[in-house]
């Protein structure tokens, strides 16, 4: 480009984006694209912020450049395998420490080329948001087992000992590996699901015509709830990889009565009843009992005869589906599973049914009066009563399955709705983190 040009990008790159940059020097320059706008920008000002040539070297080392307003954490405990960045906000943080009742905790992922997550605390104050620390989080080439949980385990725990942020709530959406972390750093602090992602999880699934679902521990279930009939099972095979959220750790426990080891895997065990003693005759030798002859041929006693119409020439068989000629394929004239996952009219009552329980329109909790059971047992003992009522009715056992294991069960139903929990929060969803990014 000419000098004039370059220049102008020079005077203008600090306070003007990259497109209005273009348009003032393309109107005296027409012969100048966009791109050489572009490349003469970044190149402008990428001495603002470059410190090295990898990526988190110097965002660490342009961030120590600011440690009055921000403090870059050391986090113990991380895999040697784990790159990871994290930094607190020292203004904010610093004078909420004392004010903060709730926290959210959210990912946007792929923020470049390294593909690194990018993690946000955010508090609740005054029916607004604000960031109270941040995470780069690079896992792609690691191989420790639990990698995400460690780093993000140690960075919430920085956060918390930096500024003595203990929150009543944890907002986060159903990534276990978040979920774990928060629940070990505020092990006091009440975990909940943003609604919206309950909703959009939930209402992809029931539309989803698989069949096959999440494993269904039916012994554990009719164990805490005696209503829920042990026949009522799927009957598909079970999809081992299905968990909204991933797998919890909680599963690979296994509640089912484990069957008996034998002693070599490789031999098989027969068990034979006994058979009965052999009738004898007055010298003492055993009887041999002869079947008649029509008995080997035929089932009844007499032999079939020819009907009238049919005169023996095979009419009896004419109900009977004709073998296929050599190379056809035989076909299946007998009625197909005609079942849904959940059926189309099944569908928003389901959604219904579980907003009444997350207290998004019952108002289901204790501090509240008249509409459901004063205790959260109680509400709990309801809700999945009526989850489990409204799948048996319909007879929709893979729904219940997937309700059962992913959003009512021991563990989980504590995650999504409030009544589990003594206060009310202010927050139902994560979208103080979604309008930040």
């Known amino acids: 480009m000419a000098d004039e040009a370059n220049a102008l990008v020079r005077e203008l790159a600090s306070h003007t984006s990259p497109s209005d940059i273009a348009k003032r020097v393309r109107e005296d320059h027409l012969k100048v694209s966009n791109a050489q706008v572009y490349n003469a920008w970044r190149t402008v000002v990428e001495a603002f912020w470059k410190r090295d040539q990898n990526q988190l070297v110097s965002a660490e080392?342009?961030?120590?450049?600011?440690?009055?307003?921000?403090?870059?954490?050391?986090?113990?405990?991380?895999?040697?395998?784990?790159?990871?960045?994290?930094?607190g906000m020292k203004i904010i943080a610093s004078r909420l420490q004392t004010h903060v009742i709730e926290v959210a905790m959210d990912a946007t992922y792929n923020t470049n080329a390294r593909q690194l997550e990018l993690y946000a605390v955010m508090a609740e104050y005054d029916n607004a948001g604000f960031p109270l620390a941040y995470c780069l989080l690079s896992t792609t080439s690691a191989i420790s087992p639990g990698k995400r949980k460690k780093s993000l385990t140690a960075f919430t725990a920085c956060l918390r000992d930096a500024y003595n942020i203990h929150p009543e709530f944890t907002h986060v959406d159903k990534d276990l590996g978040e979920i774990t972390a928060l629940q070990s750093v505020w092990k006091d602090a009440k975990v909940s699901i943003c609604w919206w992602h309950v909703d959009d999880a939930v209402g992809k699934r029931i539309r989803n015509s698989k069949l096959s679902t999440t494993p269904y521990k039916v012994k554990r279930a009719h164990h805490n709830f005696t209503f829920i009939a042990l026949d009522f099972l799927p009957r598909v095979r079970a999809d081992k990889a299905e968990y909204e959220g991933g797998k919890p750790d909680d599963e690979v426990s296994n509640d089912e009565e484990p069957l008996p080891p034998t002693q070599n895997p490789l031999r098989l065990i027969f068990k034979l009843k006994k058979a009965p003693p052999r009738k004898v005759d007055a010298n003492g030798i055993p009887l041999l009992h002869l079947p008649r002859v029509d008995d080997i041929f035929y089932d009844n006693d007499e032999p079939e005869q020819p009907s009238e119409e049919g005169e023996g020439d095979g009419s009896e068989a004419s109900d009977l589906e004709p073998w296929p000629a050599m190379g056809e394929k035989r076909k299946h004239t007998g009625n197909t599973d005609s079942r849904h996952f959940c059926p189309e009219e099944l569908q928003s009552k389901v959604l219904s049914l579980m907003q009444q329980h997350s207290f998004r329109e019952s108002f289901a909790h204790p501090l509240i009066p008249g509409f459901s059971a004063p205790?959260?047992?109680a509400i709990c003992y309801w809700a999945i009563k009526q989850a489990y009522a409204l799948c048996h009715k319909n007879d929709s056992p893979e729904l219940w399955a997937y309700l059962w294991e992913n959003w009512y069960r021991t563990k989980r139903w504590e995650l999504w709705t409030r009544s589990s929990h003594s206060s009310i929060p202010r927050l139902r969803t994560t979208m103080i983190s979604e309008s930040h990014w």
Do not use: S
């Open 375 to 377: 205790t959260p047992d």
């Open 61 to 87: 080392k342009l961030l120590r450049e600011y440690e009055e307003v921000v403090d870059v954490f050391t986090p113990t405990g991380i895999p040697a395998d784990v790159e990871i960045l994290c930094w």
